[in-house]
């Protein structure tokens, strides 16, 4: 009986381990046959190398139908730039520029990634890729002193644009030191085709002195902690995406743009002066919004907006919270040539002077001044009467109707130590704006006047005619033709803050 049992005991205990081993084989079979979602397989071919481009261009789009792995070098290098006109900063970048250079892949790909950190560089960098799945996204296998090279390896596993940034101690002035990107992981499928693609990100700067105080500005700390930017950019630079730099495009053609937001701080209100955003891809994702005026983009975070330019002109791009573009820097161009359209939009088809309530019972003298400029009979009374009527409607919100401006705010044209110093410069005031420090009856001004272009010339001369001769002003006349003479010539270079 002994026996019998221990044969029983053997055949029971070798059944378990036949059962056993066929279970483990089938969890490792179904583990091996079970793929991760965006894991299309083992890399294919040949190894590619990443074309990496500065801003705002972007790589060509991928066209492959298979995973590939591909090589992405990525340096980081210290180095002193423009930030405005005049005003240079101590940017660190990955690849030289602000943002960094921008990566496209497809998903699926096997990235290697290798972080090259200058010799000449003074502080050890990491990066963060948020495209990346695994600790710090990559920031914990990339630390990198200067004169080193790390790298790391990572399945791009989810389509969608991405921010990359520096995550170093302290992250936040890394950041705000211009170390942020973009990457793209693009679907299998790829991007629908579009006639331009363009890389444009936005960051807040932090630096000792006011904004466009000039020379080398070093980096704030206090500043950044209190959310207080000098500055507001697209791509690094004041300017940097206007002028000879801005974007183009051509009627008809559609543009997508893959908008950034490196912070470290603010969330950007991203709007096109003129356009409407036929598609938004909000917060780098796969969801699209139609009809889009203004999309918000967090810091860290990223969208890819879409639309066709549909008539010729300058669209304006800008953070729509909107002293930061026009006080800041946050503002670039998209310069969009071709026929115009007449039915889309017409362009300013009347200029007329309106005054509202308050100064209709004046508007026969605005009548009877052009009238007797017309005839050649015009006299500084027919002036004064007309600079009083256009005066009212357009001047005193800001300077008051009696002429005493604002303390401290709107500088006074009564009795003024400025204007009676030299009274022809206030054409150039008028037409062109006033940016800058003034002092006028010995107080400092530094407020903004906004060029009044919707004036025509007789009603420039008119207005200031009519302060010439009010409150305790020195008296004289301005005509059309010295109005026409100085709308003619350059804007002067800056305020004159003397008298």
């Known amino acids: 009986m002994s026996r019998l049992h221990t044969v029983r005991s053997l055949m029971r205990a070798g059944l378990i381990s036949v059962v056993l081993g066929a279970l483990l084989a089938g969890t490792a079979a179904r583990a091996a046959s079970t793929k991760l979602p965006g894991d299309f397989g083992p890399p294919r071919g040949e190894p590619i190398h990443a074309v990496l481009t500065s801003p705002p261009l972007v790589p060509p789009a991928v066209h492959r ?46 990235v290697e990634f290798h972080l090259k950190n200058h010799p000449s560089s003074k502080m050890p960098h990491n990066i963060d890729l948020h495209g990346v799945t695994g600790p710090g996204g990559g920031a914990a296998s990339s630390f990198t002193a200067p004169g080193h090279e790390s790298q790391f390896t990572f399945k791009a596993l989810n389509e969608g644009i991405y921010v990359y940034h520096c995550a170093t101690a302290p992250v936040g002035m890394h950041i705000a030191n211009g170390m942020y990107g973009l990457i793209l992981v693009e679907p299998p499928e790829g991007l629908p085709k579009v006639d331009h693609e363009y890389y444009v990100m936005q960051g807040d700067f932090y630096t000792a002195g006011k904004y466009r105080e000039k020379g080398l500005q070093p980096f704030d700390m206090e500043k950044a902690i209190d959310e207080r930017p000098s500055y507001v950019l697209f791509n690094g630079a004041e300017g940097a995406l206007t002028g000879d730099k801005a974007l183009h495009a051509k009627v008809g053609e559609t543009v997508r743009i893959f908008v950034g937001n490196g ?100 508007m026969s003298a605005v009548t009877k001044a052009t009238e007797a400029s017309v005839s050649g009979t015009l006299t500084v009374q027919d002036q004064v009467q007309a600079g009083r009527a256009l ?31 030299d009274p022809k410069r206030a054409m150039n005031i008028v037409l062109h704006g006033l940016n800058g420090k003034i002092k006028v009856n010995g107080q400092e001004y530094d407020s903004v006047m906004p060029p009044m272009t919707q004036l025509n010339d007789d009603e420039v001369a008119n207005i200031l005619t009519y302060v010439l001769n009010s409150w305790d002003n020195p008296g004289g006349r301005v005509s059309a033709d010295d109005v026409k003479k100085v709308r003619a010539q350059p804007a002067p270079a800056k305020a004159v803050a003397e008298h």
């Open 65 to 110: 139908n298979y995973p590939a792995k591909v090589i992405v070098e990525l340096e980081v290098v210290e180095k002193e730039m423009q930030i405005s006109e005049g005003v240079s900063y101590t940017f660190w970048t990955f690849g030289g520029t602000v943002p960094g250079s921008f990566i496209r892949v497809r998903q699926g790909d096997t």
């Open 391 to 421: 005066f009212a409607g357009t001047c005193s919100v800001c300077h008051q109707g009696n002429g005493a401006g604002l303390p401290g705010v709107f500088p006074p044209l009564a009795k003024s130590d400025f204007l009676a110093a």
């Open 263 to 362: 912070g470290p701080n603010l969330v950007s209100s991203f709007h096109v002066i003129g356009a409407i955003f036929d598609q938004v891809r909000y917060e780098g994702g796969t969801n699209v919004q139609k009809n889009v005026q203004t999309t918000l983009i967090p810091a860290g975070g990223a969208a890819v907006v879409k639309f066709t330019a549909r008539v010729p002109g300058s669209y304006v791009l800008v953070d729509h919270s909107i002293f930061r573009a026009f006080n800041k820097g946050a503002m670039a161009i998209l310069k969009v040539d071709g026929p115009e359209n007449k039915l889309v939009y017409s362009g300013k088809e009347l200029d007329s002077v309106y005054l509202g309530d308050r100064a209709a019972p004046n």
